[in-house]
């Protein structure tokens, strides 16, 4: 490798060996790229094409003129008031959630990772014990249901998922690799530790939010066992559990009608699954490339320190 200098600094160029590790990294990862996203390709394919195609053919890697159909897509979306008012349901919950659970996540791995704080490593024993042993379905069930009154309540679909004892640590391993000196300054001006926490501590832990804001959206977006287990009102449902729903009404009536001899039309339950698919990932999708710079930034600084 040769340097060539000028008056403004140093310029190196590359040789041929380093411009050829350079294209086969990236021809590697473009590979790679190309095989994440191929599956979801095959489904948004997928869910345009007739059914008796998919049945004929399998999942088509081109989409066909011939084949295309938006069928499924139409009886997904047949009830258009009982969607926009699940997709309501998810985008409450996921905001609202995220914002807490971000929040308590944050806040519990700050006072952990204070060496001040003389109680941190009994209190994180607690929390991981959590995560070896639990009271099991039944009694949180019944713990849900006859104590926090969590029938039909949106609460159900909160406090669940409102506080992840991984999320916790990865806050915990993260904030214990900001200078302590910064909190005792603060403390010595007279700040509070909460006002350390929100004032000083949060805006140096961006990379920490934006991961654990993705980990708890997620978390929420996809969540549809609390809302089988709570909530029986149809207004209150999540995207996911209706969607998940209207297959297994629509499966369930088309072997009823097999076993008794109905006619009923033709109802396309793979290319449905794949519709639900792309109406119901197709929001979370778009959300990850805004966060995906802070995402990797964080899980790799908290994985270290961890």
């Known amino acids: 490798m040769s340097a060539k200098i000028e008056s403004s600094g140093v310029r190196v160029k590359k040789g041929k060996d380093a411009i050829a590790v350079n294209v086969l990294g990236y021809v590697l990862i473009g590979l790679f790229a190309l095989v994440c996203v191929l599956p979801f390709y095959l489904i948004i394919v997928a869910s345009f094409t007739d059914e008796s195609a998919l049945i004929r053919d399998g999942y088509p890697l081109l989409p066909s003129i011939i084949d295309f159909s938006v069928q499924s897509y139409v009886l997904c979306l047949k009830n258009p008031v009982s969607i926009l008012m699940a997709y309501g349901t998810t985008f409450g919950v996921t905001i609202i959630g ?4 971000v929040f308590i996540s944050t806040m ?4 952990l990772s204070r060496q001040d704080f003389p109680w941190r490593n009994k209190f994180s ?6 995560t070896l042993f639990n009271g099991g379905l039944v009694p949180s069930y019944i713990l849900c249901i006859r104590y926090l009154n969590f029938k039909n309540n949106y609460l159900a679909l909160l406090l669940p998922l409102m506080f992840s004892v991984w999320n916790m640590i ?16 603060a403390k010595m001006d007279g700040a ?10 949060l805006p140096l832990s961006k990379p920490l939010v934006a991961t654990l804001g993705l980990f708890s959206a997620l978390a929420y977006w996809n969540d549809w066992y609390n809302c089988m287990l709570y909530i029986t009102e149809e207004n209150m449902f999540t995207l996911q559990y209706y969607l998940q729903r209207m297959l297994g009404s629509a499966e369930a009536m088309r072997i009823v009608a097999e076993k008794s001899g109905i006619a009923l039309p033709s109802i396309p339950l793979e290319g449905m699954k794949m519709a639900m698919t792309v109406i119901a990932t197709g929001p979370i999708v778009l959300l990850y490339p805004f966060v995906q710079r802070y995402f990797v930034k964080g899980l790799t600084i908290g994985a270290v320190k961890g």
């Open 125 to 130: 024993f607690f929390f991981f014990f959590t």
């Open 98 to 101: 995220t914002a807490i659970a």
């Open 192 to 201: 509070s530790d909460f006002t350390i926490f929100i004032r000083l501590i």
């Open 108 to 111: 519990t791995g700050y006072v």
């Open 170 to 185: 990865i806050a915990k391993s993260f904030m214990s690799g900001i200078p302590s000196a910064i909190s005792e300054s």
